[in-house]
């Protein structure tokens, strides 16, 4: 049986590579004795894959991975024995079991959803009033921002430069009502159109004129989203569900 | 205590190579209170994350003071050269991975000096953490540092460092020095005085304590302790028994994949073969066994609280582990089930392990490794390595009839009495091995129609409490010649295109061979050479010869003095007042014998007496066949 599993990543942990996260969960499984699926060859690794690897120093409340388990085990005995083995900072937050159909967890990523905050001192000017973050002002620079008919971003490549248009892979992007201030993010997650909070910010700062300061931003990863049979975004772990429900 | 804090800010974590190393929170590592231990120990492997993790006797002791209700023991290790930089620019003090506070107010601050070449990452630790570098410029505002590990066995040019050493195995002594401490402390003692109670203690030296003379000619005259209930010679600790002490169920289990990403399991310690350049074969003896149920039971346990998909056997020579046929029938078939490997390094290539590594290794032939050390059976019979050219031939055959295709040979160039045929020799046995293969390999069952030898060669290094402690070490200059006398030796040979040659860089050898029998006055050059910026000296990239040559030169300590000099037989070592348990006497007969080239019996064959028979337990006790 495959299963998706639904897991944070959060204080000290951000620090782990994606490679290093994807060991961990073997060694987890393993301490965890769950009969995990292998695959055949001269080396068999557990069959296992990741959604959209998550960048070093962000945490996370809404990462997936999808297992495959020989037997079939209940989904709250693999939570609950996963999280008896794991680090605090990292939770099993749920395991739905996966419909045959489903498609692997990093292909059917359609998009993720952030929140966005400041180190303290490094908020954008355009973000602020009177030196502080600023609900109002920062409505204002998104929505200034977001009227324009293209968001163009330059990525450095390796082959040199290129131009992203990133104005139709931003879904929604707005201020939070959180203390402190942040705003929210929901954008392109999929493996052709991935597009990153740092670029959004980035292209945001410099449609103000402004730069970015060196890691001025905290990121967290809210949520992945797939599309459903009607092309709407639901969480990664809602897949299936709908056609149990009808 | 709030779990989430960490020492580096998000700055500093995001800018640095592998922020992975300096985070902790890995599973298994132990997190206590503070306010709730009387004694907060830190435990350092002065090298980067991923060799400090890999080794097996810092999880060992962090599992010992862990299991101390009173104690609170942490882990630190060196860090790496960016993280470094940043720490020296912004003062920020080494601390714990597990409780991410300043090592300096902790209690004891423990150094594992498993190699030489570490020793000025020794001083890099101590600085960072803000500990005077001198032991005897420090205060009770600072911790206790304590050495331990076979370099301790010559102690001496690192003695200004350290307040204490602990000689010996660590599972035995520390209770009692950690319950010195609580009482000295909780009475008010001077530091003077807690240090002078605990060189009383079996296994402990205070070198702050004890004095040295020299001689004119610049050997030593004289060694003594300044108090008279101080020993005169120190006798290092071993366990009695292996399969009650000690030993980690849950060890540490890092994020980064480290050198050593595996459950090791220790199967014995010692080794009987009794090799002379060998200085573990001596340090460690008796040998002694752990029961093979106890290690079955580890072993099983270990893969549970780790997860680790491997599993090593570690010893100095796993052959001799009089129970591995019964051991690894065991682990073959319960790790089978589990998708688990079995890593085999230390074993004789024969029959047996053959079989075992066909069974653990399943498509995937991997080189085999023999350890001739000498090319000659001339050399190999001087530095008493028993193993001889039929038996190295035997096992290639029955490998190459196995699938195998590809075998490395290692040996040591510069052992006492060397000559041009012994080198030439490494290149004959090269050739052999590779017709052999061409002869026992029929055409058409030719993996890719070749065979691959691979000789590396690394420069000797006579080291203390050795037969070849006495003999003098090769130059620079000769070490170069005598790589090159080998290249020369393999491209003359008929399959000289099957044989790969790999050698070792001759300057770390020689500053090697000075740190390994040098004495006290060594202290003011590593300081100076640390000062010019050495450290990770192990690291060849960042090994600055020409710094500690300056250093040498600047204290007016001539280097050769150490290493090409040959020692009188009545000539006073720096480490004699320390005892590994072998006697001096019996070095001094074996360092005679293999002048004259005569093999000295192993353990199992004969006792040759050589004094390790004093703690009572292991071979020398049991049944000789």
């Known amino acids: ?246 | 205590m709030k779990t989430d804090f960490l020492a580096l800010p998000d700055d500093i974590l995001l800018s640095i190579d592998k922020p992975e190393r300096y985070i902790g929170h890995e599973v298994n590592a132990v997190i206590k209170d503070p306010d709730k231990v009387d004694v907060r120990f830190v435990m350092c492997f002065p090298d980067v994350y991923e060799i400090g993790m890999s080794h097996l006797g810092i999880q060992i002791l962090y599992d010992m003071f862990n299991a101390f209700e009173d104690t609170w023991c942490e882990r630190v290790y060196s860090p790496w050269v960016d993280l470094d930089r940043i720490m020296r620019e912004k003062h920020i003090p080494l601390f714990g991975l597990e409780s991410q506070q300043p090592v300096k107010d902790c209690d004891f601050l423990g150094i594992t000096i498993q190699y030489e070449m570490c020793y000025t990452n020794i001083l890099q630790i101590l600085d960072l953490a803000q500990i005077p570098l001198l032991a005897k410029e420090r205060t009770w505002d600072v911790p206790i540092v304590i050495g331990g590990g076979p370099c301790t066995y010559n102690p001496e040019p690192i003695a200004d460092f350290f307040d204490l050493f602990y000689i010996g195995e660590g599972e035995t002594q520390y209770r009692n020095l950690l319950d010195l401490y609580k009482e000295c402390r909780a009475r008010e003692a001077t530091r003077e005085e807690f240090l002078h109670l605990a060189g009383r203690i079996p296994g402990i030296y205070a070198p702050s304590l004890y004095e040295t003379t020299y001689k004119e000619d610049g050997t030593i005259a004289s060694f003594d302790p300044l108090y008279e209930d101080l020993p005169r010679k120190i006798r290092k600790e071993a366990v009695t028994d292996l399969s009650d002490t000690y030993y980690p169920m849950k060890p540490v289990v890092p994020y980064i994949k480290c050198t050593q990403d595996r459950v090791v399991l220790e199967i014995m310690r010692g080794c009987m073969r009794g090799c002379r350049f060998c200085q573990a074969g001596e340090l460690y003896r008796p040998v002694r066994e752990r029961s093979p149920e106890v290690l079955k039971k580890y072993a099983m346990e270990m893969l549970k609280n780790t997860g680790h998909e491997e599993i090593s056997l570690s010893s100095l020579s796993s052959s001799d582990y009089t129970h591995l046929p019964e051991l690894l029938d065991f682990l073959l078939a319960e790790c089978s089930k589990r998708h688990i490997n079995i890593s085999l390094p230390s074993l004789r290539i024969d029959a047996f392990s053959l079989d075992v590594m066909s069974k653990v290794q399943d498509v995937r032939k991997t080189s085999l490794t023999f350890a001739p050390e000498a090319g000659s059976q001339r050399l190999r019979d001087v530095i008493n390595k028993g193993l001889s050219e039929e038996v190295i031939l035997a096992g290639a055959k029955e490998a190459f009839e196995g699938g195998w295709t590809r075998v490395k040979l290692y040996f040591m160039l510069g052992h006492p009495g060397e000559t041009v045929e012994d080198i030439y020799g490494i290149g004959d046995l090269a050739n052999k091995i590779a017709a052999l293969f061409f002869e026992t390999v029929p055409k058409d069952k030719r993996v890719n129609g070749k065979v691959q030898i691979v000789v590396s060669t690394s420069f000797f290094v006579p080291k203390p409490f050795t037969a070849f402690q006495w003999a003098p070490q090769c130059t620079k200059d000769e070490f170069i010649e005598k790589a090159y006398t080998c290249r020369q030796g393999i491209t003359q040979q008929l399959n000289q295109k099957s044989i790969k040659y790999n050698w070792h860089e001759a300057d770390v050898s020689v500053l090697e061979g000075v740190l390994a029998r040098g004495d006290r006055r060594l202290g003011d050059v590593i300081r100076r050479a640390y000062e010019k910026g050495c450290f990770y000296d192990a690291w060849s990239e960042y090994y600055h010869h020409d710094k500690w040559m300056e250093a040498f030169a600047e204290c007016g300590v001539d280097p050769d003095f150490y290493t090409i000099r040959t020692r009188g037989d009545d000539e006073i070592f720096p480490w004699d007042f320390l005892s590994c348990g072998v006697n001096k006497d019996f070095l001094l007969k074996e360092w005679h014998r293999a002048q004259r080239g005569e093999v000295t019996p192993n353990c199992s064959e004969k006792c040759s007496g050589c004094g390790a028979a004093s703690f009572g337990v292991g071979i020398c006790f049991t049944a000789r066949s």
């Not at chain 1, 068999?44 to 996370?60: K, Y």
């Not at chain 1, 959180?178 to 990153?196: F, Q, T, V, W």
Request: hydrophobic share 40%; aromatic share 8%.
């Open chain 1, 1 to 246: 049986m495959f299963v998706r599993i639904k897991f944070s990543k959060t204080g000290a942990i951000r620090y782990i590579g994606h490679l290093d996260v994807m060991r961990y969960f073997q060694k987890c499984i393993r301490r965890a004795e769950l009969d995990v699926a292998y695959t055949g060859g001269f080396s068999p690794h557990q069959i296992m894959t990741f959604a959209s690897p998550l960048g070093v120093g962000l945490e996370s409340y809404g990462e997936y991975m999808d297992v495959k388990f020989v037997t079939d085990i209940p989904c709250e005995e693999i939570q609950s024995r996963l999280n008896a083995v794991s680090v605090p900072e990292i939770r099993i937050l749920d395991v739905t079991r996966l419909p045959e159909n489903a498609g692997n967890a990093m292909a059917s990523v359609a998009a993720a959803e952030y929140r966005i905050e400041f180190r303290e001192g490094r908020v954008p000017l355009c973000l602020t009033s009177d030196g502080l973050f600023s609900t109002s002002a920062a409505g204002k620079a998104l929505a200034g921002f977001l009227g324009k008919e293209e968001i163009l971003y330059e990525k450095e490549t390796k082959k040199g430069s290129r131009t992203l248009n990133l104005k139709d892979g931003i879904f929604a992007f707005d201020v939070t009502e959180e203390e402190g201030g942040a705003l929210h993010l929901l954008c392109d997650a999929s493996s052709a159109g991935n597009i990153k909070p740092s670029q959004v910010m980035e292209a945001l700062v410099s449609f103000y004129g402004e730069e970015l300061m060196e890691h001025a931003l905290l990121v967290t990863r809210l949520e992945l989203y797939t599309r459903d049979g009607q092309g709407k975004l639901i969480p990664m772990n809602r897949v299936g569900q709908d056609e149990e429900t009808v």
